[in-house]
């Protein structure tokens, strides 16, 4: 199915606080503790993520981008500088897609973009983490992603998450 990549816009905030939680229920179902996952996806999680949506594309504090197919949001991704890689001029801060759009090259797409996106502005590389259990980690490398660290994020009750660094040492690849 054909789609339109566009940037995002303060009423799009619904839509990507919807595929925001939707991805984590379908991706990380059974990755990560039930508890947590309920958490982080609720309908009050929901609620948070729209309205960090809502700030975020009223400041214009980072690029996010979405992929549309019929006049309907599936996927997005956003970026900006880089919070906690050392060298890395940009991050991933997103990226993901209702399990529905998978398969069809938006997320390739979309990284694509962004990476152009933020290559004009000056950027030389980019940097994210992922999940260490992530299926996509093993796309992200297929794209050109070199894994470069990794760290633990301690969850509340005790549990732990690992989190791999993927970096992208020439921003001018992805475009």
Do not use: C
């Not at 398969?103 to 999940?131: F, S």
């Amino acid at each position: 199915m054909p789609f339109t990549l566009r940037p995002a816009a303060p009423p799009d905030a619904p839509a990507l606080a919807h595929i925001h939680t939707t991805s984590w229920r379908e991706t990380y179902m059974g990755l990560m503790p039930e508890d947590f996952l309920a958490r982080m996806t609720d309908e009050a999680a929901r609620q948070r993520r729209q309205a960090s949506w809502e700030r975020t594309l009223a400041e214009g504090r980072e690029l996010v981008l979405v992929a549309e197919q019929d006049g309907e949001v599936v996927a997005f991704a956003s970026g900006g500088p880089a919070r906690d890689h050392p060298g890395v001029d940009v991050e991933l801060y997103t990226l993901y897609a209702l399990q529905a759009a998978h398969g069809q090259g938006l997320g390739r797409a979309l990284l694509h973009a962004l990476a152009r996106e933020l290559g004009a502005g000056g950027a030389r590389n980019l940097a994210l983490w992922v999940l260490d259990v992530n299926p996509t980690r093993q796309w992200y490398a297929r794209q050109g992603g070199r894994e470069a660290g990794e760290k633990v994020v301690a969850l509340p009750g005790g549990a732990e998450l690992r989190e791999v660094r993927l970096v992208w040492d020439d921003l001018t690849r992805l475009r």
